[in-house]
């Protein structure tokens, strides 16, 4: 009976461990497609938050779009 209950915790811990590493893999992944365009130059795109090289503006998030990114529509920072 011990053994059978030993048997059950390793095979529940095992599940858990496994669905919390895949959650943190997904959540993981939708940060790596996240891009930043700059409001006044749409045609500046980059991986992560900043300034435009062009004017200097904020870099805003682009929002998905279906399967592609769409313009930026954040609000537009000097």
């Known amino acids: 009976m011990k053994k059978a209950i030993m048997a059950i ?13 895949m959650k943190m893999d997904s959540t993981n ?7 930043y365009s700059c ?7 980059r991986s992560r ?6 004017c200097g503006m904020k870099l ?9 990114m769409a313009k930026p529509t954040g609000e537009m920072k000097m």
């Open 9 to 21: 915790a390793i095979i529940l811990a095992a599940t858990t461990v496994t669905f919390a590493q």
């Open 29 to 35: 992944m939708k940060m790596a497609h996240k891009k």
């Open 39 to 45: 409001p006044m130059h749409p045609d500046v795109v």
């Open 49 to 54: 938050p900043g300034k435009c090289p062009k």
């Open 60 to 68: 805003v998030a682009m929002k998905m779009k279906g399967k592609k």
